[in-house]
């Protein structure tokens, strides 16, 4: 039996810590590495996202490239550590989007 596969999405930071733009190139070799674990992922247009850091309680307003990916939640943990670390980041955050998930593939 294999583990339940769920949609999740994750958002994806735009700028490092420092204020400093994170290049295509940097972000293309997230994807690389994200499919490798899942099989792929859908990446969406940039959108403004707001939290606050609960350690510190300062407030963030950044952008932030919303990704969803349909994989188990222990290829959600590894994507999520592997995000964490790859953009340097205080926090990550990742989201069940569906707890169903269908793939339709064509009988070729």
């Not at 735009?14 to 290049?23: D, T």
């Not at 990446?43 to 963030?60: E, L, M, R």
């Not at 919303?66 to 290829?75: L, M, R, Y």
Request: glycine letters at 6%; proline letters at 4%.
């Amino acid at each position: 039996m294999t583990d339940k596969i769920y949609l999740w999405e994750i958002k994806v930071p735009c700028y490092y810590n420092n204020g400093k733009p994170v290049r295509t190139k940097h972000h293309q070799e997230w994807d690389k590495v994200v499919k490798k674990i899942a099989g792929g992922l859908t990446i969406y247009k940039p959108a403004w996202g707001k939290w606050v850091d609960s350690k510190t309680n300062i407030g963030y307003d950044e952008r932030m490239i919303p990704v969803q990916i349909a994989c188990t939640e222990k290829q959600m943990d590894q994507i999520g550590q592997f995000t964490l670390d790859h953009y340097k980041q205080i926090e990550i955050m990742a989201h069940v989007v569906s707890e169903k998930v269908k793939f339709y593939k064509s009988n070729d």
